[in-house]
T-cell receptor, first 115, second 113 residues
Framework: ETGVTQTPRHLVMGMTNKKSLKCEQH?????MYWYKQSAKKPLELMFV???????ENNSVPSRFSPECPNSSHLFLHLHTLQPEDSALYLC??????????????FGQGTRLTVV | GNSVTQMEGPVTLSEEAFLTINCTYT??????LFWYVQYPGEGLQLLLK?????DKGSNKGFEATYRKETTSFHLEKGSVQVSDSAVYFC????????????FGKGNQVVVIP
């Protein structure tokens, strides 16, 4: 398998549930990202991990908790979400330092619906 | 801060028509510029990129030129196909940062047979 893989592709959860999104990259990259794509809003960067260390947290509520156990895997743990958290959650990876590139490669996303 | 502005609204055109999607940017440094494409139900795929002024990125018949003087990176394709129907996002990343991407709002492109 190649590229960036996200599971599950679709998730429906209640506001009191706890669930996790998983991302795995097979590109040998050392940085991973979570982005949120909501209807009619630009893509929002949520978290950045570089060499398994969180280097950015863009004012994301604590009900979203990321985890990066190694450079190939990234999780987003979800707890006590709100309906407005329903969105497409995209994982991406890239290589740092960026050198002449700087591009990120994305997974297919997890479509999350909070009911 | 960094930002990307794309033209407003969806784009609807006939097969074999010429496509242009405008993109302008604001950045403090010298960013890399990208176009990503999102097909229905999918994630984002890198379409093309340019890393310095006057570079031209190209892929699958699409082209975009990094214009520093006008801070623009307009996407063009000479003859679109129905299969080009998708949402197109312009984006930038600062070379000295963590490759974080700033995206435009995206443009829905619908190609009619």
């Amino acid at each position: 398998e190649t590229g960036v893989t996200q599971t599950p592709r679709h998730l429906v959860m209640g506001m009191t549930n706890k669930k996790s999104l998983k991302c795995e990259q097979h590109l040998g990259h050392n940085a991973m990202y979570w982005y949120k794509q909501s209807a009619k809003k630009p893509l929002e960067l949520m978290f950045v991990y570089s060499l398994e260390e969180r280097v950015e947290n863009n004012s994301v509520p604590s009900r979203f908790s990321p985890e990066c156990p190694n450079s190939s895997h990234l999780f987003l743990h979800l707890h006590t979400l709100q309906p407005e958290d329903s969105a497409l959650y995209l994982c991406a990876s890239s290589h740092l330092p960026s050198g002449a590139g700087g591009e990120a490669f994305f997974g297919q996303g997890t479509r999350l619906t909070v009911v | 801060g960094n930002s990307v502005t794309q033209m407003e609204g969806p784009v609807t055109l006939s097969e074999e028509a010429f496509l242009t999607i405008n993109c302008t940017y604001t950045a403090t440094g010298y960013p890399s510029l990208f176009w990503y494409v999102q097909y229905p139900g999918e994630g984002l795929q890198l379409l093309l990129k340019a890393t310095k002024a006057d570079d031209k990125g190209s892929n699958k018949g699409f082209e975009a030129t990094y214009r520093k003087e006008t801070t623009s990176f307009h996407l063009e394709k000479g003859s679109v196909q129905v299969s080009d129907s998708a949402v197109y996002f312009c984006a930038l990343s600062e070379k000295d940062g963590n490759n974080r991407l700033a995206f435009g709002k995206g443009n829905q492109v619908v190609v009619i047979p």
